[in-house]
């Protein structure tokens, strides 16, 4: 149910400009524009046509001479290049390409059966072989009308790592034997056939999953987009399905059965997202489709976590084999999966993924959402997760409480303030086999709202984790922000009135094309309200992501930003400064331990209110771009540069995030708020 076709490609395939080849394969699934010149349509008008064609090598025979190490000529059988989306309604065809000296000593170190070649101003003569039934032959020597001909390989690993192909020509083969350039640079041709080499050394060859064809064997390398849980096959043996696509079948998603002799012999996949390694795999047919099978006695599999910066190593696998070829194409995965627009649900089915504002109480929905919480077994015999995705719901009676001693739930910092928290009632059954932590990202299928006496409760049928770097994880976590700052502009602009009335300064509402002008490293997830901030509710200590412009600092006066402290005794009060500026604390008589550091306030607003917060020390200079502490009544320069980056902040259209750390007040301290200070945040002008 989940192999489905789309009109829409992964992405417009961009014309890349190979050197004397114009448009070059570039992007999947392959078109005409792509292809060039069908294997059928080659006669003697190709060679002056100026067009290219780009055919897949299905055998190589190299014939050599006696006594001579060097090949006499490569014969490369070519054929139509296979396309998954029109399985069983490809003409195949193939046509021999003779490949003479000096083409054959340099050519052959790169060809390989798989590879792709894009040919262009090939010599073409009537066939003179028993290889290919076409009427025409191909051939490159080194005749004239060989010089102007061009070829692109692209191997099967360049094309799964969205990599272009190797050029050649009689001049980069010229450039390849001369020994002069072999000592001074590497060609193209010389680092593919290092490639080659760490090819041969890994011993696989990955195939495409647009490029499958019925009764082959091959190595795949894939994203999982869903699976299955282990059932029992007729003949007793346990099975899973597993749906994949990879860069090149974006909207062709491709089924994977996979047997083994208990459950515990297969792949132990914990998110979608997560990627799968899976050798000698066999490809079938099922209705008008790929089928891929899994031989319990030849094939194997590893999985992989699909996050970036997780472990590259395998949390599941049958063999242990991992090679330095396998980490790169998981790299490239990991790259391209937070863009790849990879649908969870089939087109030709009638749901969409709707969020938790939309979910009514007659219908089943589809939803993706982050786990905040999951009870433990309550008395009743259920278990609920706590689910968000920024938005509200409205309900006749009130939502479910669940008692926080009940719940495994995130640290209070990383809870989102804004946004419903929803029960979901999961089967505990379906829990035990799901490994699913709060935090965790997870696609709820069938989900129906749900209503006992006054409680409001979701109840879905199943749920699979998703990898947070997921596109549509992202999805979600950007319509959130984008509704905060609708929602926040719309405050701002009921309360202009009143915000006039407190001061003549207002904070623009930032645009989606407007740039920040601070930038925080140590991110939070989730941007908080200032009136969110200030509440008694709020965790203390605690650290929280604000979205504010900066109103006013204090002091007034920038060159009292800078004060000296002793390091010894650390008194900051007690400092005096002799008649030759030498600075001296009266408290521990120190002159050596005296620094300078920062210690000012900025107010920050946005539309819920506004907070004054400390800035000092280390995160004061962090905050400045690195400008050192110092005196800055003596130091012009310094000054300047901190009145350029202030004015900066200050102007009327600027904002930026801001990290801010809260802190109890200090013992004795009459004022009960508490304390805030900015971290971790920077101006970037």
């Known amino acids: 149910a989940c192999c489905w076709n789309t009109a829409t490609s992964m992405s417009e395939s961009a014309d890349v400009k190979h050197a004397g080849l114009g448009p070059a394969l570039s992007g999947y699934p392959y078109d005409a524009k792509h292809l060039g010149v069908e294997c059928a349509a080659i006669d003697l008008a190709f060679a002056k046509s100026g067009q290219p064609t780009s055919l897949i090598v299905e055998r190589l025979e190299i014939e050599n001479t006696k006594g001579e190490s060097e090949p006499e000529s490569v014969n490369v059988v070519l054929g139509t290049i296979p396309d998954s989306k029109q399985w069983g309604q490809q003409s195949s065809s193939n046509i021999l390409l003779r490949l003479k000296q000096p083409w054959a000593s340099h050519v052959k170190d790169l060809l390989d059966k798989g590879h792709i070649l894009t040919l262009k101003n090939c010599r073409v003569l009537t066939r003179n072989n028993n290889l290919s039934v076409h009427p025409y032959e191909l051939q490159l020597d080194d005749g004239p009308e060989s010089k102007q001909a061009h070829i692109s390989v692209m191997s099967p690993r360049n094309r799964l790592l969205d990599k272009p192909g190797i050029e050649i020509s009689l001049t980069t083969i010229r450039?390849?034997?001369?020994?002069?350039?072999?000592?001074?640079?590497?060609?193209?041709?010389?680092?593919?056939?290092?490639?080659?080499?760490?090819?041969?050394?890994?011993?696989?060859?990955?195939?495409?999953?647009?490029e499958l064809r019925a009764g082959i064997e091959c190595n795949i390398m894939a994203v999982v987009v869903n699976f299955t849980f282990p059932k029992k096959s007729r003949r007793g043996d346990s099975y899973i399905v597993v749906t994949v696509v990879d860069r090149t079948n974006i909207d062709a998603a491709v089924q994977v059965n996979i047997f083994g002799p208990t459950d515990d012999t297969l792949p132990k996949i914990r998110r979608l997202g997560d990627l799968i390694r899976l050798h000698r795999i066999k490809v079938d047919s099922y209705q008008g489709r790929p089928s891929l099978v899994y031989q319990k006695t030849k094939s194997s599999f590893i999985c992989i976590d699909g996050r970036p910066g997780q472990n590259t190593e395998p949390y599941s696998y049958s063999t242990p084999h991992y090679t330095e070829v396998d980490k790169e194409i998981v790299a490239s995965l990991r790259e391209w999966l937070p863009e790849a627009p990879i649908k969870l649900i089939p087109p030709d089915l009638p749901q969409e993924l709707t969020s938790i504002r939309n979910l009514k109480r007659q219908g089943k929905v589809e939803t993706v959402c982050r786990v905040i919480g999951i009870t433990k077994l309550l008395s009743s015999g259920r278990r609920y997760i706590v689910v968000w995705d920024g938005t509200d719901i409205e309900t006749e009676g009130h939502l479910i409480e669940l008692s926080k001693e009940d719940c495994e739930m995130l640290n209070e910092d990383e809870c989102p303030e804004n946004g419903a928290y929803f029960g979901v009632q999961i089967d505990p059954a379906l829990l035990q086999v799901v490994s699913v932590s709060p935090g965790d990202w997870v696609h709820l299928r069938n989900l129906i709202l749900m209503q006992e006496e006054e409680d409001n409760f979701g109840y879905a049928e199943d749920l699979r984790v998703l990898c947070s770097n997921m596109k549509v994880c992202g999805e979600v976590m950007r319509e959130y922000v984008e509704r905060e700052d609708k929602d926040s502009a719309n405050s701002e602009k009921e309360s202009s009135s009143h915000e006039q009335k407190e001061t003549k300064e207002k904070p623009s509402s930032p645009s989606a094309n407007s740039k920040p002008t601070t930038r925080v490293t140590n991110t939070v997830r989730y941007m908080t309200p200032i009136h969110s901030l200030k509440s008694k509710y709020a965790p203390c200590p605690g650290k929280f992501q604000l979205r504010a412009k900066v109103l006013s600092y204090f002091p007034k006066d920038i060159t009292?930003?800078?004060?000296?402290?002793?390091?010894?005794?650390?008194?900051?009060?007690?400092?005096?400064?002799?008649?030759?500026?030498?600075?001296?604390?009266?408290?521990?008589?120190?002159?050596?331990?005296?620094?300078?550091?920062?210690?000012?306030?900025?107010?920050?607003?946005?539309?819920?209110?506004?907070?004054?917060?400390?800035?000092?020390?280390?995160?004061?200079?962090?905050?400045?771009?690195?400008?050192?502490?110092?005196?800055?009544?003596?130091?012009?320069?310094?000054?300047?540069?901190?009145?350029?980056?202030?004015?900066?902040?200050?102007?009327?259209?600027?904002?930026g995030h801001f990290l801010v750390r809260s802190y109890p007040p200090s013992e004795g301290n009459e004022e009960d708020s508490n304390i805030f200070m900015l971290s971790d945040t920077f101006i970037d002008d």
């Open 175 to 210: 450039s390849a034997s001369s020994k002069r350039n072999n000592k001074r640079a590497e060609t193209g041709i010389t680092a593919a056939r290092a490639l080659k080499k760490q090819k041969v050394c890994s011993g696989y060859i990955y195939t495409p999953l647009c």
């Open 560 to 655: 009292r930003w800078c004060r000296p402290v002793c390091e010894r005794c650390g008194s900051g009060e007690s400092i005096k400064q002799n008649a030759n500026k030498q600075l001296t604390c009266s408290e521990c008589k120190s002159k050596k331990k005296i620094t300078y550091h920062y210690y000012f306030t900025i107010t920050l607003l946005d539309a819920t209110g506004r907070q004054e917060v400390i800035v000092s020390r280390e995160n004061a200079t962090n905050f400045l771009q690195g400008i050192p502490a110092c005196n800055l009544k003596e130091n012009e320069a310094s000054l300047k540069l901190i009145r350029k980056k202030i004015e900066f902040i200050l102007k009327p259209e600027s904002w």
